[in-house]
């Protein structure tokens, strides 16, 4: 009887590097549905963070019209987190993310895209500002509008991309 060869052992599992992007007290080791609600009034045009069982974890809050449209998310207690703003001018409608409540280029932490111009879901790429090339998406995030839903799906970890 001929002898086969052993299998291949599988490629030792990586564990995934931990990132902290805001502060790590955010960070939990596993995965968060979250559900994103937008609250509309004429003083601000803001949005609710809340997770699985209604528990409101951010609030988004900005000026309902503005020419960057202009937004801060804070947490619960009302602490600012970061601003975001659009980016004028941009095909995929670029966002940009500061620390806090700045929009100094100094405190860029991420720029997010949308994959692709046209889009059934909502896929964002999310590009670190350290970043500069952008050849490969440090996360990507996948939504549904209609489900209320966002999910980041992947992390850029040495051998591992963005799903296309």
Request: aromatic share 12%; net charge positive; proline share 6%.
């Amino acid at each position: 009887m001929m002898a086969y060869p052993p299998a291949p052992a599988p490629p030792p599992m990586q564990t995934p590097v931990s990132v902290s992007v805001i502060d790590p007290h955010f960070q939990v080791g596993y995965a968060v549905d979250l559900t994103i609600q937008k609250k509309i009034s004429l003083a601000e045009g803001g949005f609710g963070v809340t997770d699985i069982n209604g528990n409101i974890m951010f609030t988004v809050k900005g000026k309902l019209f503005s020419l960057h449209d202009r937004r801060v998310l804070v947490d619960a207690v009302g602490n600012p987190l970061f601003t975001f703003q659009q980016k004028l001018l941009t095909s995929h409608r670029r966002w940009q993310v500061f620390r806090g409540e700045s929009t100094d280029s100094s405190n860029l932490l991420f720029s997010v895209k949308k994959s692709s111009l046209i889009q059934f879901k909502t896929k964002l790429d999310v590009f670190m500002a350290s970043n500069t090339s952008e050849d490969v998406c440090d996360f990507r995030i996948d939504g549904s509008y209609y489900e209320r839903f966002m999910r980041r799906i992947c992390w850029k970890h040495q051998q591992y991309h963005c799903p296309t």
